[in-house]
């Protein structure tokens, strides 16, 4: 299968993201070379980790400026989290999806709301 033809999207486990921008940078790599492609077409943050969610993201940012990854994203954040990903200094690339849990038990108004 040509790679044209595939969409390839991985994410960032919190105890990475925990770790710093570096550890970011070396998993996403890593995931490249799992994957044997040379970029990926969409890279989440797996969960906001308070105090490094967003050296994350802008670390990945870099990664997409270096074509490494087309397309950026979030899982589980909150508006608040949200909120404090765009108001840090050097963001600059909005995220194409936030993925969230959504079910009968668990329904999440305020934030469907927002990023709808």
């Not at 770790?19 to 077409?41: M, N």
Request: with cysteine.
């Amino acid at each position: 299968v040509p790679r044209s033809e595939l969409y390839l999207a991985s994410k960032c486990w919190t105890s990475t993201i925990a770790e710093g921008p570096e550890s970011v940078r070396k998993q996403v790599k890593q995931t490249l070379a799992d994957l044997r492609t040379d970029y990926l077409d969409l890279y989440l943050i797996h969960w906001p980790v308070p105090g490094a969610h967003v050296a994350a993201y802008l670390e990945l940012q870099k990664l997409r400026e270096e074509g490494l990854i087309t397309s950026l994203g979030v899982s589980n954040y909150t508006v608040e989290d949200y909120e404090e990903l765009i108001a840090s200094d050097g963001y600059r690339v909005q995220p194409v999806v936030n993925q969230i849990e959504l079910n009968p038990f668990l329904y999440r108004k305020m934030t469907v709301s927002y990023f709808q």
